[in-house]
């Protein structure tokens, strides 16, 4: 008598399993469909140089040349012209 009932017990739980499965997969097929899509174009965000955030990039500004505070000094026995 208790092989039966543990093999119905098996039974129940392998049926409980494959229920929650299917849900799961019903409740993943109904997010794909009303999702709002997009892809990473809808999902890009920029941040202009005060810190703000829009959805539009920012404009180019013309830069002519590197300020020599932001250069990187050269390394051992490289010239300043490598560096530049």
Partial sequence: ???SQ???M???LEQK???KK???EERKQERQ???AGGGLENMMVYVDKFGNFSSTP???ENKVGTPE???RPPAKGESKDAAE
């Fill in 17 to 19: 399993r494959l229920k």
């Fill in 10 to 12: 098996k039974k129940q």
């Fill in 1 to 3: 008598m208790a092989r």
């Fill in 33 to 35: 469909e009303n999702s």
């Fill in 58 to 60: 920012p404009e180019e």
């Fill in 22 to 24: 299917k849900d799961k």
């Fill in 6 to 8: 543990n093999s119905f």
């Fill in 69 to 71: 505070s932001r250069r």
